[in-house]
């Protein structure tokens, strides 16, 4: 079972905003739960916040979970009050309509959240042609309830970001729901990692990181990896679980949930890191599931990678269904293995582990 700060970790990380770019308020409770358990922990001008642990410890192993989350954003607000958007990160038009959002504005440096809505005319009076096509993000609106251009300009700004209602819920068989768990869980299993490290003894110096802008194109990852100059880099985020109609097994594998964090392999991956992730986790009978992706894969581990003379890159992901949607859902199971299995690897690393394929 998580232990039970962890799991309210995981709620008010859930349940707090943060569209690329926007990240500051969730990055307050990360520094907040760090300074607990790390010997230091810093913030970068980038928005990174950096959590040290055994700081002169060989190797230097990053861990990576980005805490942005896809968004919109108040782009025009017209003379009757509406909200026009432009998106942030991978938008899915569909689930868009009929949905409850949330404007996060700041007044007096505090963020004030002002509800709404996006909708479209009833069925009732759409032409035959227009039911079986989809707007365009530019042409929806969110409704705040006010009458005019000034009385919403009073609450909300352009600008502004916008994310679908923030709600944690348990659903069944230890199954959650939420917005936002890409990759908000990644970076709860980096820092429920460092909660289990703090206070053992290991050689490594671990460099426990909540990215920023992956959902951009990897840019908080790109820049704190160029600072902390790790050997090692294992950025951790969601995989598409394919145990739910309309998942293509031969496209993205057999991941189900409750199976255990997802190890990746292929050209972006260390063989070597692959290899010692896996016998950790048998030789600590933590569940694992492997996937292979051909390419660069579209996570922190990328950027890692590459980063100044290279970087022995992993990934390690959690089983998502209905990724970028305001439902997605994973099991508390994978996430609390996949901290295991870092924590494990962690102290099987030796100052003088060799990584060299």
Not at 30 to 49: I, L, M, P, T
Not at 262 to 290: C, D
Not at 347 to 355: A, G, M, N, P
Request: proline share 5%.
């Amino acid at each position: 079972m998580i232990h039970p700060e962890s799991l309210e970790l995981l709620r008010s990380l859930l349940e707090t905003p943060s569209p690329s770019g926007y990240e500051e308020a969730v990055q307050e409770i990360v520094f907040e739960w760090a300074s607990k358990y790390a010997d230091n922990v810093r913030k970068d001008v980038h928005g990174n916040v950096i959590a040290e642990l055994n700081p002169s410890g060989h190797p230097r192993i990053m861990l990576a979970g980005h805490c942005d989350q896809i968004g919109l954003m108040v782009q025009h607000i017209d003379d009757n009050g509406y909200l026009f958007l432009s998106t942030i990160g991978g938008m899915d038009v569909a689930v868009l309509i009929g949905q409850r959002v949330v404007v996060w504005s700041k007044k007096n440096g505090k963020l004030v959240a002002v509800h709404g809505v996006i909708a479209r005319k009833p069925i009732h009076l759409l032409p035959e042609a227009e039911r079986e096509k989809l707007p365009k993000v530019n042409e929806l609106w969110v409704d705040i309830g006010v009458r005019s251009r000034r009385e919403a300009e009073r609450l909300v700004s352009i600008g502004d970001p916008v994310t679908f209602e923030l709600k944690f819920q348990m659903l069944r068989n230890n199954v959650f729901c939420a917005s936002g768990l890409d990759d908000k869980v990644g970076t709860w299993v980096v820092m429920e990692t460092l909660r289990l490290l703090s206070g053992k003894k290991f050689d490594a110096a671990l460099f426990a990181v909540s990215t920023v802008q992956e959902e951009l194109g990897l840019r908080g990852a790109r820049t704190s990896a160029f600072g902390i100059n790790p050997h090692v880099g294992i950025a951790v985020d969601v995989t598409f679980a394919s145990d739910h109609p309309e998942i293509d097994k031969r496209q993205v594998g057999d991941i189900k949930l409750h199976r255990g964090p997802v190890i990746y392999r292929g050209p972006n991956i260390n063989p070597k890191v692959f290899e010692m992730l896996v016998l950790t986790a048998r030789r600590k009978g933590i569940p694992f599931q492997i996937a292979g992706i051909s390419r660069a894969t579209p996570t922190d581990a990328n950027a890692i990678q590459i980063t100044r003379a290279g970087v022995a890159a992993g990934l390690v992901s959690i089983p998502n269904r209905y990724t970028h949607s305001p439902v997605e859902v994973a099991s508390l199971s994978d996430l609390e293995n996949a901290a295991k299995l870092l924590a494990a690897f962690i102290q099987e690393v030796k100052r003088d582990t060799d990584f060299t394929p």
